[in-house]
């Protein structure tokens, strides 16, 4: 009887140890829709410029989080009752794609108390301490995630995301990289464009162009952000015709994408085509007419065609909003605007005076 009983443990273990086993290697994760913009993203789409907008990735790399809904046959077999952990943990999945952050981290806390391993709930954790720029909470959630599962590339992803967010570029390349030769399929679109964005910030143009290039190859749902990126890099090595094509690019896949049309905006003007210019930027301000960007470039514009009165009321409700523009954005703008301003003043010596004070208007 002992050698049958024992017998009848064993087997219980060893189909324990095979169901963990096709777990993790069949647990799949819910592809939270980035939104560049939402973008909902991006989309948020409404990315600024190229910084991240959170609250819009709709379509972009730079999504809010690739949040994995555990959709394993058990999310922890050695739970007290995994069918109630499954159900808690898609419970709070749905709580933190609803924007229900806190209801998301108590529930997030009552799974850990109940089952302290489980991987799945310190990922989503961690992803709504990233959604509310907790960055050193997420990124401790991400390091518990791989304490227990080493080979889990949504938690490289995330926390690759946190690092970008934080500045600390070297590990957020390391752990975007991960991600991608651990699962090129799910995460070469996601994490390229992130590395993209790094480099871009650096002004290493032409390492981002190659990142968002292989971005692109991998962009299998056509988003618009991407494109968009992109075009911000041409834009900054004064590729002008190809920004424009990029931006174009992002248009036709979103086409209430507001920082494309005025990127596309400002590259018209770039080359001289100010009837196109004009078009594109009061397309951009229809679209999102609190857009500090919007008028600023409006301003440029007007400017250029000799409208001086209109050209300052555009950058006097350009300052209305300005504060709401990320440090990034404002850094864009000044150094965009101030070159031209100065070269306007130094074409038109008269206009010294205004152009004075409208460069007092940048942020």
Not at 77 to 98: C, G, K, S, Y
Not at 201 to 214: G, H, P, Q, S, T
Not at 295 to 307: A, D, M, R, V
């Amino acid at each position: 009887m002992d050698n049958k009983k024992y017998l009848g443990v064993g087997l219980l273990f060893l189909i324990v140890v095979v169901a963990l086993g096709a777990f993790f290697y069949s647990s799949s994760l819910d592809n939270n829709q980035d939104s560049i913009s939402n973008a909902t993203s991006i989309p948020d789409v409404n990315s600024k410029t190229l910084k991240e907008s959170e609250a819009l990735e709709t379509s972009s790399p730079i999504s809010p989080v690739a949040i994995v809904s555990p959709l394993g046959s058990e999310a922890n077999p050695t739970a007290i009752n995994p069918n109630t952990i499954q159900t808690m943990l898609e419970e709070a999945v749905q709580l933190q794609e609803r924007g229900e952050f806190e209801e998301a981290l108590v529930k997030t806390n009552q799974i850990i108390e109940l089952d302290p391993n489980n991987f799945f709930a310190f990922n989503i954790r961690g992803s709504v301490y990233l959604t509310l720029s907790e960055f050193d909470k997420a990124i401790e959630d991400y390091n518990k995630t791989l304490d227990l599962e080493p080979f889990f590339p949504h938690a490289f992803y995330n926390r690759g995301r946190a690092f970008r967010l934080k500045g600390q570029d070297e590990q957020a390349l390391e752990d975007l990289q991960k991600s991608i030769d651990l699962s090129p399929t799910e995460f070469s679109y996601r994490a390229y464009g992130n590395i993209g964005l790094i480099h871009y910030k650096n002004k290493d143009y032409n390492k981002a162009l190659v990142a968002f290039e292989n971005s692109i190859n991998n962009n299998t749902e056509d988003k618009a952000d991407i494109y968009f990126f992109r075009g911000e890099t041409y834009t900054a090595l004064e590729n002008f015709d190809a920004a424009i094509s990029d931006y174009q690019a992002a248009i036709e896949r979103f086409n209430n994408y507001a920082q494309a049309y005025q990127g596309l905006g400002f590259a018209y003007y770039k080359i001289g085509d100010i009837e196109e210019a004009r078009q594109a930027i009061e397309k951009a301000v229809d679209i999102s007419p609190d857009s500090s960007i919007a008028y600023f470039y409006l301003g440029l514009i007007n400017l250029e065609g000799s409208q001086v009165d209109l050209a300052k009321e555009n950058f006097s409700t350009a300052t209305k909003t300005v504060d709401s523009l990320s440090a990034e954005d404002k850094d864009l703008i000044h150094e965009r605007l101030s070159v031209e301003l100065e070269r306007f003043a130094q074409e038109n010596p008269n206009q010294s005076q205004n152009i004075e004070m409208l460069l007092e208007l940048l942020p």
